[in-house]
Protein backbone atom coordinates (compact mmCIF):
# COMPACT_ATOMS: atom_id res chain seq x y z
CA UNK A 1 0.00 0.00 0.00
CA UNK A 2 1.19 3.33 -0.94
CA UNK A 3 0.45 6.92 0.01
CA UNK A 4 0.79 9.13 -3.18
CA UNK A 5 0.51 12.89 -2.29
CA UNK A 6 0.43 15.39 -4.94
CA UNK A 7 0.98 19.56 -4.30
CA UNK A 8 -0.43 20.96 -7.38
CA UNK A 9 -1.84 24.22 -8.81
CA UNK A 10 -5.03 25.10 -7.53
CA UNK A 11 -6.68 25.51 -10.81
CA UNK A 12 -5.58 21.98 -12.03
CA UNK A 13 -7.39 20.38 -8.89
CA UNK A 14 -10.93 19.43 -11.26
CA UNK A 15 -8.58 17.90 -14.34
CA UNK A 16 -6.40 15.85 -11.78
CA UNK A 17 -9.59 14.80 -9.49
CA UNK A 18 -11.34 13.81 -13.10
CA UNK A 19 -8.74 11.71 -14.58
CA UNK A 20 -8.23 10.17 -11.82
CA UNK A 21 -11.26 9.32 -11.67
CA UNK A 22 -11.17 7.79 -15.00
CA UNK A 23 -8.20 5.13 -13.72
CA UNK A 24 -10.98 4.07 -11.02
CA UNK A 25 -9.54 6.31 -8.12
CA UNK A 26 -12.19 6.82 -5.86
CA UNK A 27 -11.34 8.57 -2.87
CA UNK A 28 -9.07 11.25 -1.72
CA UNK A 29 -8.62 13.64 0.55
CA UNK A 30 -7.60 17.53 -0.66
CA UNK A 31 -6.44 20.25 1.36
CA UNK A 32 -5.21 24.00 0.50
CA UNK A 33 -1.95 24.78 1.15
CA UNK A 34 0.41 27.27 1.41
CA UNK A 35 4.13 27.01 0.06
CA UNK A 36 7.20 28.06 -2.67
CA UNK A 37 10.31 26.06 -4.10
CA UNK A 38 11.82 27.21 -7.41
CA UNK A 39 8.46 29.37 -8.53
CA UNK A 40 9.41 31.61 -5.21
CA UNK A 41 6.11 34.27 -4.66
CA UNK A 42 5.43 37.51 -6.23
CA UNK A 43 4.85 41.23 -4.82
CA UNK A 44 2.31 43.05 -4.22
CA UNK A 45 2.48 46.97 -4.48
CA UNK A 46 0.30 49.64 -2.30
CA UNK A 47 0.83 53.02 -2.84
CA UNK A 48 4.65 52.73 -3.76
CA UNK A 49 5.70 49.69 -0.81
CA UNK A 50 6.49 46.82 -2.28
CA UNK A 51 5.49 43.65 -0.52
CA UNK A 52 6.64 40.03 -1.37
CA UNK A 53 4.26 37.59 -0.76
CA UNK A 54 6.63 34.31 -0.11
CA UNK A 55 4.19 31.97 -0.15
CA UNK A 56 2.13 30.66 -2.81
CA UNK A 57 -1.16 28.67 -2.76
CA UNK A 58 -1.05 25.49 -3.77
CA UNK A 59 -3.29 22.48 -3.58
CA UNK A 60 -2.01 18.74 -2.14
CA UNK A 61 -3.91 15.74 -2.32
CA UNK A 62 -3.61 12.80 -0.69
CA UNK A 63 -4.82 9.24 -1.91
CA UNK A 64 -3.89 5.91 -0.51
CA UNK A 65 -3.40 3.34 -3.55
CA UNK A 66 -2.48 -0.17 -3.68
CA UNK A 67 0.71 -0.63 -5.01
CA UNK A 68 0.50 -2.07 -8.21
CA UNK A 69 -1.31 1.09 -9.08
CA UNK A 70 1.53 3.72 -7.99
CA UNK A 71 2.80 4.25 -11.73
CA UNK A 72 -0.80 4.56 -13.35
CA UNK A 73 -1.76 6.94 -10.50
CA UNK A 74 1.93 9.20 -10.52
CA UNK A 75 1.42 9.23 -14.57
CA UNK A 76 -1.82 10.46 -14.42
CA UNK A 77 -1.42 13.24 -12.20
CA UNK A 78 1.68 14.25 -13.73
CA UNK A 79 -0.50 14.30 -17.31
CA UNK A 80 -3.47 16.19 -16.24
CA UNK A 81 -1.35 19.16 -13.72
CA UNK A 82 1.30 19.93 -15.83
CA UNK A 83 1.54 23.18 -17.67
CA UNK A 84 5.29 23.26 -18.54
CA UNK A 85 5.74 26.48 -16.12
CA UNK A 86 7.34 26.44 -13.24
CA UNK A 87 5.07 26.00 -10.27
CA UNK A 88 3.44 23.11 -11.35
CA UNK A 89 4.49 21.25 -8.12
CA UNK A 90 5.58 17.87 -6.95
CA UNK A 91 4.37 14.14 -6.47
CA UNK A 92 5.48 12.01 -3.05
CA UNK A 93 4.87 8.32 -2.72
CA UNK A 94 5.77 6.36 0.62
CA UNK A 95 4.78 3.24 2.48
CA UNK A 96 1.82 2.66 4.24
CA UNK A 97 1.72 0.28 7.32
CA UNK A 98 -1.99 -0.11 7.79
CA UNK A 99 -4.90 0.95 6.72
CA UNK A 100 -8.28 0.14 8.81
CA UNK A 101 -11.68 1.16 7.73
CA UNK A 102 -13.50 2.72 10.95
CA UNK A 103 -16.65 1.22 10.03
CA UNK A 104 -16.54 -2.33 9.25
CA UNK A 105 -13.22 -3.25 10.83
CA UNK A 106 -11.42 -4.04 7.09
CA UNK A 107 -8.01 -3.88 7.02
CA UNK A 108 -5.65 -3.21 4.41
CA UNK A 109 -6.28 -3.60 0.81
CA UNK A 110 -9.66 -4.49 1.19
CA UNK A 111 -10.17 -0.87 3.06
CA UNK A 112 -8.88 1.09 0.30
CA UNK B 1 -15.45 83.29 -1.66
CA UNK B 2 -12.23 85.91 -2.15
CA UNK B 3 -14.89 88.33 -2.52
CA UNK B 4 -17.57 87.30 -0.03
CA UNK B 5 -14.48 87.10 2.23
CA UNK B 6 -13.26 90.89 1.86
CA UNK B 7 -16.58 91.64 2.62
CA UNK B 8 -16.50 89.70 5.74
CA UNK B 9 -13.19 90.91 6.98
CA UNK B 10 -14.13 94.97 5.93
CA UNK B 11 -17.84 95.33 7.26
CA UNK B 12 -18.94 91.59 8.71
CA UNK B 13 -22.04 93.38 11.00
CA UNK B 14 -23.10 95.68 7.82
CA UNK B 15 -23.01 93.29 5.14
CA UNK B 16 -25.00 90.85 7.35
CA UNK B 17 -26.97 93.46 8.08
CA UNK B 18 -28.37 94.74 5.07
CA UNK B 19 -28.39 91.01 3.08
CA UNK B 20 -31.72 89.29 2.79
CA UNK B 21 -31.96 85.22 2.92
CA UNK B 22 -31.95 83.61 -0.63
CA UNK B 23 -33.79 80.76 -0.71
CA UNK B 24 -31.73 79.00 -3.32
CA UNK B 25 -28.89 79.88 -1.86
CA UNK B 26 -30.09 78.42 1.51
CA UNK B 27 -31.08 75.29 -0.36
CA UNK B 28 -28.22 74.89 -1.96
CA UNK B 29 -26.05 74.99 1.54
CA UNK B 30 -28.57 72.43 2.93
CA UNK B 31 -27.62 69.92 0.55
CA UNK B 32 -23.82 70.75 0.76
CA UNK B 33 -23.69 70.50 4.51
CA UNK B 34 -24.85 67.11 4.28
CA UNK B 35 -22.57 66.34 1.49
CA UNK B 36 -19.30 67.20 3.76
CA UNK B 37 -21.00 65.57 6.41
CA UNK B 38 -21.08 62.55 4.09
CA UNK B 39 -17.01 62.33 3.62
CA UNK B 40 -16.38 61.72 7.38
CA UNK B 41 -18.31 58.65 8.89
CA UNK B 42 -18.57 57.46 5.16
CA UNK B 43 -15.87 58.81 2.98
CA UNK B 44 -12.49 59.06 5.26
CA UNK B 45 -14.00 55.99 7.15
CA UNK B 46 -13.94 53.96 4.53
CA UNK B 47 -11.11 54.86 2.61
CA UNK B 48 -8.64 54.84 5.99
CA UNK B 49 -11.14 51.52 7.21
CA UNK B 50 -9.86 50.03 3.75
CA UNK B 51 -6.34 50.87 4.35
CA UNK B 52 -5.74 49.27 7.46
CA UNK B 53 -4.38 46.24 8.80
CA UNK B 54 -7.53 44.11 8.75
CA UNK B 55 -7.05 43.75 12.75
CA UNK B 56 -7.55 47.39 12.78
CA UNK B 57 -10.43 48.12 10.89
CA UNK B 58 -13.01 49.00 13.44
CA UNK B 59 -10.65 51.39 15.79
CA UNK B 60 -9.78 53.20 11.98
CA UNK B 61 -13.27 54.14 10.91
CA UNK B 62 -14.31 54.72 14.69
CA UNK B 63 -12.20 57.20 14.62
CA UNK B 64 -13.72 59.28 11.83
CA UNK B 65 -17.05 58.59 13.45
CA UNK B 66 -15.63 59.80 16.74
CA UNK B 67 -13.99 62.62 15.02
CA UNK B 68 -17.42 63.81 13.54
CA UNK B 69 -19.37 63.24 16.95
CA UNK B 70 -17.32 64.84 19.02
CA UNK B 71 -16.35 67.12 17.27
CA UNK B 72 -19.63 68.33 16.01
CA UNK B 73 -20.17 69.03 20.06
CA UNK B 74 -17.24 71.01 20.47
CA UNK B 75 -17.99 73.06 17.53
CA UNK B 76 -21.34 73.93 18.71
CA UNK B 77 -20.16 74.73 22.30
CA UNK B 78 -17.28 76.65 21.42
CA UNK B 79 -15.16 75.87 18.25
CA UNK B 80 -17.68 78.20 16.27
CA UNK B 81 -17.59 81.52 19.06
CA UNK B 82 -13.66 80.66 18.61
CA UNK B 83 -14.03 80.91 14.43
CA UNK B 84 -16.49 83.16 13.58
CA UNK B 85 -17.18 85.05 16.91
CA UNK B 86 -16.10 88.63 16.66
CA UNK B 87 -12.58 89.74 17.56
CA UNK B 88 -8.86 89.91 16.25
CA UNK B 89 -6.90 86.78 17.92
CA UNK B 90 -9.25 84.60 18.58
CA UNK B 91 -13.39 85.25 18.03
CA UNK B 92 -15.57 85.19 21.38
CA UNK B 93 -19.52 86.01 22.04
CA UNK B 94 -21.05 82.96 20.34
CA UNK B 95 -20.46 80.20 23.04
CA UNK B 96 -22.85 78.01 23.05
CA UNK B 97 -24.28 79.75 19.54
CA UNK B 98 -25.29 82.37 22.21
CA UNK B 99 -27.31 85.34 20.25
CA UNK B 100 -28.01 83.29 16.94
CA UNK B 101 -31.42 82.85 16.16
CA UNK B 102 -33.25 81.33 13.24
CA UNK B 103 -33.65 84.98 12.00
CA UNK B 104 -29.81 85.53 11.77
CA UNK B 105 -27.97 85.36 8.65
CA UNK B 106 -24.42 85.23 7.19
CA UNK B 107 -24.41 86.73 4.02
CA UNK B 108 -27.90 84.72 1.98
CA UNK B 109 -28.36 82.23 4.59
CA UNK B 110 -29.24 81.64 8.15
CA UNK B 111 -26.13 81.63 10.41
CA UNK B 112 -27.26 78.53 11.86
CA UNK B 113 -27.29 76.29 7.99
CA UNK B 114 -23.31 78.69 7.92
CA UNK B 115 -22.53 77.00 12.08
CA UNK B 116 -23.45 73.87 10.37
CA UNK B 117 -21.75 73.74 7.42
CA UNK B 118 -18.27 74.92 8.96
CA UNK B 119 -18.60 71.76 11.87
CA UNK B 120 -18.69 69.48 9.15
CA UNK B 121 -14.82 71.16 7.83
CA UNK B 122 -13.66 71.21 11.59
CA UNK B 123 -14.52 67.41 12.25
CA UNK B 124 -13.53 66.39 8.81
CA UNK B 125 -10.17 67.84 9.86
CA UNK B 126 -9.17 66.49 12.93
CA UNK B 127 -10.46 63.37 11.22
CA UNK B 128 -7.66 63.66 8.23
CA UNK B 129 -4.93 63.59 11.16
CA UNK B 130 -6.48 60.39 12.37
CA UNK B 131 -4.88 58.93 9.30
CA UNK B 132 -1.34 59.15 11.15
CA UNK B 133 -1.71 57.92 14.11
CA UNK B 134 -3.59 54.68 13.94
CA UNK B 135 -2.97 51.11 14.52
CA UNK B 136 -1.01 51.91 17.72
CA UNK B 137 -2.88 55.64 19.59
CA UNK B 138 -5.76 54.69 22.10
CA UNK B 139 -9.29 55.55 21.41
CA UNK B 140 -9.75 57.83 24.75
CA UNK B 141 -6.70 59.68 23.41
CA UNK B 142 -7.30 60.38 20.10
CA UNK B 143 -11.35 61.38 21.21
CA UNK B 144 -10.15 63.97 23.77
CA UNK B 145 -7.43 65.03 21.28
CA UNK B 146 -9.97 65.68 18.83
CA UNK B 147 -12.14 67.47 21.16
CA UNK B 148 -9.11 69.75 21.99
CA UNK B 149 -7.56 69.85 18.62
CA UNK B 150 -10.54 71.68 16.90
CA UNK B 151 -11.04 74.47 20.24
CA UNK B 152 -7.10 74.98 20.25
CA UNK B 153 -5.72 74.26 16.98
CA UNK B 154 -8.23 74.52 14.02
CA UNK B 155 -10.89 76.92 15.49
CA UNK B 156 -8.14 79.75 15.72
CA UNK B 157 -6.40 79.39 12.26
CA UNK B 158 -9.62 79.24 10.89
CA UNK B 159 -10.84 82.41 12.33
CA UNK B 160 -7.59 84.32 10.95
CA UNK B 161 -7.87 82.87 7.85
CA UNK B 162 -11.63 83.45 7.35
CA UNK B 163 -13.58 84.71 10.72
CA UNK B 164 -12.29 88.24 10.91
CA UNK B 165 -8.84 87.65 12.09
CA UNK B 166 -6.89 90.59 10.92
CA UNK B 167 -3.56 90.34 12.24
CA UNK B 168 -2.75 86.90 11.45
CA UNK B 169 -4.53 87.32 8.62
CA UNK B 170 -1.83 87.71 5.12
CA UNK B 171 -4.53 87.93 2.43
CA UNK B 172 -4.11 84.44 1.53
CA UNK B 173 -6.53 82.68 -1.43
CA UNK B 174 -7.84 79.48 0.60
CA UNK B 175 -11.64 79.33 -0.78
CA UNK B 176 -12.54 75.84 1.07
CA UNK B 177 -10.03 74.89 2.93
CA UNK B 178 -6.54 74.18 1.38
CA UNK B 179 -4.42 75.38 4.69
CA UNK B 180 -7.03 75.72 6.66
CA UNK B 181 -8.00 72.32 6.65
CA UNK B 182 -6.00 69.62 4.44
CA UNK B 183 -2.40 71.37 5.71
CA UNK B 184 -3.47 71.84 8.85
CA UNK B 185 -4.79 68.41 9.19
CA UNK B 186 -1.81 66.91 7.69
CA UNK B 187 0.99 68.98 9.57
CA UNK B 188 -1.25 67.46 13.09
CA UNK B 189 -0.91 64.12 11.92
CA UNK B 190 2.87 63.90 11.55
CA UNK B 191 3.83 65.94 14.32
CA UNK B 192 1.30 63.37 16.89
CA UNK B 193 3.28 60.35 14.67
CA UNK B 194 5.92 61.84 15.69
CA UNK B 195 5.22 61.23 19.07
CA UNK B 196 3.60 58.17 19.00
CA UNK B 197 6.67 56.53 17.23
CA UNK B 198 6.65 54.14 14.98
CA UNK B 199 4.13 51.27 14.79
CA UNK B 200 5.92 47.82 16.07
CA UNK B 201 5.87 46.37 12.45
CA UNK B 202 6.65 49.71 10.62
CA UNK B 203 9.60 48.48 7.62
CA UNK B 204 9.72 45.00 9.40
CA UNK B 205 7.10 43.22 8.17
CA UNK B 206 4.59 43.89 5.44
CA UNK B 207 1.58 45.78 6.45
CA UNK B 208 -1.55 45.10 3.62
CA UNK B 209 -4.21 46.92 3.54
CA UNK B 210 -7.44 45.09 4.64
CA UNK B 211 -9.61 46.12 1.05
CA UNK B 212 -8.63 48.33 -1.73
CA UNK B 213 -12.34 48.02 -2.61
CA UNK B 214 -13.49 49.75 0.50
CA UNK B 215 -10.33 52.17 -0.09
CA UNK B 216 -12.38 52.59 -3.52
CA UNK B 217 -15.80 52.99 -2.53
CA UNK B 218 -14.38 55.93 0.13
CA UNK B 219 -12.30 57.51 -2.12
CA UNK B 220 -15.41 58.06 -4.27
CA UNK B 221 -17.58 59.21 -1.65
CA UNK B 222 -15.18 61.53 -0.69
CA UNK B 223 -15.15 62.73 -3.94
CA UNK B 224 -18.63 62.99 -4.01
CA UNK B 225 -19.00 64.91 -0.67
CA UNK B 226 -16.30 67.63 -2.07
CA UNK B 227 -18.17 68.86 -4.10
CA UNK B 228 -20.72 70.33 -0.96
CA UNK B 229 -16.98 70.95 0.61
CA UNK B 230 -15.87 73.19 -2.46
CA UNK B 231 -18.68 74.60 -4.29
CA UNK B 232 -20.74 75.19 -0.99
CA UNK B 233 -17.82 77.50 0.30
CA UNK B 234 -19.09 79.95 -2.15
CA UNK B 235 -22.10 80.17 0.68
CA UNK B 236 -24.57 80.73 -2.51
CA UNK B 237 -25.76 78.92 -5.55
CA UNK B 238 -24.25 80.98 -8.16
CA UNK B 239 -21.92 80.80 -10.80
CA UNK B 240 -18.98 81.01 -8.89
CA UNK B 241 -20.25 77.71 -7.27
CA UNK B 242 -20.37 76.01 -10.34
CA UNK B 243 -17.08 76.62 -11.41
CA UNK B 244 -15.73 74.93 -7.81
CA UNK B 245 -17.71 72.32 -9.10
CA UNK B 246 -16.47 71.49 -12.23
CA UNK B 247 -12.89 72.46 -11.04
CA UNK B 248 -13.11 70.09 -8.17
CA UNK B 249 -14.50 67.07 -10.59
CA UNK B 250 -11.39 68.05 -13.11
CA UNK B 251 -8.78 68.05 -10.77
CA UNK B 252 -9.77 65.00 -8.85
CA UNK B 253 -10.14 63.06 -12.29
CA UNK B 254 -6.61 64.63 -13.41
CA UNK B 255 -5.29 63.66 -10.09
CA UNK B 256 -5.98 59.86 -10.30
CA UNK B 257 -4.23 60.20 -13.63
CA UNK B 258 -1.15 61.61 -12.14
CA UNK B 259 -0.75 59.22 -9.38
CA UNK B 260 -1.23 56.20 -12.02
CA UNK B 261 0.56 57.53 -15.12
CA UNK B 262 3.50 58.39 -12.39
CA UNK B 263 3.15 55.07 -11.15
CA UNK B 264 3.05 53.22 -13.93
CA UNK B 265 6.49 55.03 -14.92
CA UNK B 266 7.76 53.64 -11.79
CA UNK B 267 6.60 50.52 -10.99
CA UNK B 268 4.86 49.27 -14.26
CA UNK B 269 1.64 48.36 -12.43
CA UNK B 270 -1.70 50.80 -12.12
CA UNK B 271 -3.05 49.84 -8.82
CA UNK B 272 -6.85 50.66 -8.09
CA UNK B 273 -5.14 51.71 -4.29
CA UNK B 274 -3.17 54.33 -6.67
CA UNK B 275 -5.87 55.58 -8.24
CA UNK B 276 -8.18 56.02 -5.28
CA UNK B 277 -5.38 58.11 -3.47
CA UNK B 278 -4.88 60.37 -6.88
CA UNK B 279 -8.31 61.24 -6.74
CA UNK B 280 -8.16 62.56 -3.36
CA UNK B 281 -4.79 64.26 -3.71
CA UNK B 282 -6.24 65.62 -7.18
CA UNK B 283 -9.01 67.16 -4.44
CA UNK B 284 -6.82 68.64 -2.17
CA UNK B 285 -4.56 70.33 -4.47
CA UNK B 286 -7.65 72.35 -6.15
CA UNK B 287 -9.80 73.16 -2.30
CA UNK B 288 -8.02 76.31 -1.85
CA UNK B 289 -8.00 77.50 -5.95
CA UNK B 290 -11.70 75.65 -6.70
CA UNK B 291 -13.17 79.17 -6.18
CA UNK B 292 -10.75 81.32 -8.51
CA UNK B 293 -9.17 78.85 -10.79
CA UNK B 294 -10.41 77.94 -14.20
CA UNK B 295 -10.38 74.66 -16.19
CA UNK B 296 -7.06 75.03 -17.51
CA UNK B 297 -5.70 75.71 -13.64
CA UNK B 298 -7.58 72.66 -12.26
CA UNK B 299 -5.81 70.56 -14.91
CA UNK B 300 -2.28 71.57 -14.03
CA UNK B 301 -3.45 71.65 -10.35
CA UNK B 302 -4.89 68.41 -10.07
CA UNK B 303 -2.13 66.41 -12.20
CA UNK B 304 0.65 67.86 -10.14
CA UNK B 305 -0.86 67.07 -6.86
CA UNK B 306 -1.54 63.28 -7.95
CA UNK B 307 1.98 63.05 -9.31
CA UNK B 308 3.06 64.80 -6.19
CA UNK B 309 0.51 62.54 -3.81
CA UNK B 310 2.81 59.42 -5.20
CA UNK B 311 5.75 61.03 -4.75
CA UNK B 312 5.81 61.40 -1.59
CA UNK B 313 4.06 58.48 -0.42
CA UNK B 314 6.11 56.07 -2.27
CA UNK B 315 9.38 58.02 -2.57
CA UNK B 316 9.92 61.57 0.03
CA UNK B 317 8.27 60.00 3.21
CA UNK B 318 11.18 56.97 3.12
CA UNK B 319 13.49 60.04 3.59
CA UNK B 320 12.05 60.57 6.56
CA UNK B 321 11.09 58.18 9.30
CA UNK B 322 7.82 58.91 10.43
CA UNK B 323 5.36 56.33 10.44
CA UNK B 324 2.50 58.71 9.42
CA UNK B 325 0.39 55.66 8.53
CA UNK B 326 -1.95 56.52 6.09
CA UNK B 327 -0.06 59.20 4.54
CA UNK B 328 -2.04 62.01 6.09
CA UNK B 329 0.63 64.38 5.94
CA UNK B 330 1.68 63.18 2.26
CA UNK B 331 -1.65 63.34 0.46
CA UNK B 332 -2.86 66.31 2.76
CA UNK B 333 -0.30 68.35 3.89
CA UNK B 334 2.38 68.56 0.81
CA UNK B 335 -0.27 68.52 -1.75
CA UNK B 336 -2.42 70.82 0.39
CA UNK B 337 1.21 73.13 0.20
CA UNK B 338 1.37 72.75 -3.78
CA UNK B 339 -2.55 73.65 -4.05
CA UNK B 340 -2.06 76.89 -2.15
CA UNK B 341 0.72 78.06 -3.88
CA UNK B 342 -0.98 76.79 -7.30
CA UNK B 343 -3.89 78.74 -6.11
CA UNK B 344 -1.64 82.42 -6.94
CA UNK B 345 -0.90 80.95 -9.98
CA UNK B 346 -3.64 79.60 -11.70
CA UNK B 347 -6.46 81.88 -11.85
CA UNK B 348 -9.34 82.08 -14.37
CA UNK B 349 -10.63 85.57 -16.17
CA UNK B 350 -13.65 85.82 -13.84
CA UNK B 351 -11.49 85.60 -10.74
CA UNK B 352 -8.81 88.23 -11.71
CA UNK B 353 -8.26 91.38 -10.07
CA UNK B 354 -7.48 93.84 -12.45
CA UNK B 355 -4.40 94.85 -10.31
CA UNK B 356 -3.56 91.12 -9.50
CA UNK B 357 0.07 91.13 -8.19
CA UNK B 358 0.83 87.33 -8.77
CA UNK B 359 4.51 87.69 -6.27
CA UNK B 360 2.66 89.52 -3.87
CA UNK B 361 -0.02 86.68 -3.48
CA UNK B 362 2.42 84.06 -3.48
CA UNK B 363 4.23 85.96 -0.25
CA UNK B 364 0.52 85.79 1.08
CA UNK B 365 0.45 82.36 0.41
CA UNK B 366 3.74 81.15 1.58
CA UNK B 367 3.35 83.18 4.74
CA UNK B 368 -0.25 81.39 5.64
CA UNK B 369 1.28 78.22 4.95
CA UNK B 370 4.40 79.14 6.89
CA UNK B 371 2.26 80.39 9.81
CA UNK B 372 -0.15 77.11 9.80
CA UNK B 373 2.96 74.66 9.87
CA UNK B 374 4.39 76.73 12.75
CA UNK B 375 1.20 76.99 15.09
CA UNK B 376 -0.13 73.79 14.45
CA UNK B 377 3.03 71.81 15.14
CA UNK B 378 3.73 73.48 18.57
CA UNK B 379 0.06 73.37 19.57
CA UNK B 380 -1.29 70.17 18.12
CA UNK B 381 1.77 68.77 20.35
CA UNK B 382 0.56 70.67 23.35
CA UNK B 383 -2.47 69.42 22.70
CA UNK B 384 -1.58 65.61 22.32
CA UNK B 385 0.39 65.61 25.48
CA UNK B 386 -2.82 66.94 27.23
CA UNK B 387 -4.66 64.22 25.78
CA UNK B 388 -2.09 61.76 26.33
CA UNK B 389 -2.02 62.67 30.52
CA UNK B 390 -5.83 63.35 30.78
CA UNK B 391 -5.96 59.59 29.60
CA UNK B 392 -3.18 57.76 30.74
CA UNK B 393 -0.60 57.37 28.12
CA UNK B 394 -1.51 57.86 24.89
CA UNK B 395 -0.46 54.61 23.10
CA UNK B 396 -1.99 51.14 23.24
CA UNK B 397 0.62 48.30 24.68
CA UNK B 398 2.09 45.88 22.98
CA UNK B 399 0.08 43.27 22.94
CA UNK B 400 -3.16 44.90 22.12
CA UNK B 401 -1.25 46.60 18.89
CA UNK B 402 0.14 42.89 18.19
CA UNK B 403 -3.56 41.20 18.78
CA UNK B 404 -5.11 44.62 16.89
CA UNK B 405 -7.61 46.84 18.55
CA UNK B 406 -10.97 46.24 17.27
CA UNK B 407 -10.43 42.94 18.88
CA UNK B 408 -9.05 44.28 22.56
CA UNK B 409 -10.06 47.75 22.44
CA UNK B 410 -13.54 47.40 20.97
CA UNK B 411 -14.55 43.67 21.35
CA UNK B 412 -15.27 43.51 17.85
CA UNK B 413 -14.74 42.08 14.70
CA UNK B 414 -14.10 43.74 10.57
CA UNK B 415 -15.49 40.63 9.48
CA UNK B 416 -16.66 37.26 11.20
CA UNK B 417 -16.24 34.39 8.75
Known amino acids: ?112 | MKRYLLALLALPTIVFAEDTLSGGDTAWMLVATALVMLMTPAGLALFYGGLTRSKNVLNTIGMSLGAYAVGTLVWVLVGYSIAFGDGDLIGTGKVLLSGITSDSLTGTIPELLFVAFQGTFAAIAVAIASGSMIERVKFSTYIVFAALWIVAVYAPVTHWAWGGGETLNFGEMDFAGGTVVHLNAGVAGFVVAMILGRRKDYGKVAIKPFSPVLVSLGAALLWFGWFGFNAGSEVAADGVAASAFLVTNVAASLGVIGWIMVEWLVYKKATIVGGASGAVAGLVAITPASGSAGVEGAIIIGLVGGALGFWGVAKLKNMFKVDDSLDAFWIHGLVGIWGSIATAIFIADYAMADDYNMTSQLVSQLQAIGLTIVYSSIVTAIVYFIASAVTGGGRVDEEIESRGLDETVHGEKAINL
Open chain 1, 1 to 112: MKRVEAVIKPFKLEDVKDALAEIGIDGMTVSEVKGYGRQKGHSELYRGAEYVVDFLPKIKMEMVISDDMVEQVTSTIVEAARTGKIGDGKIFVSDIEKIIRIRTGETDNEAI
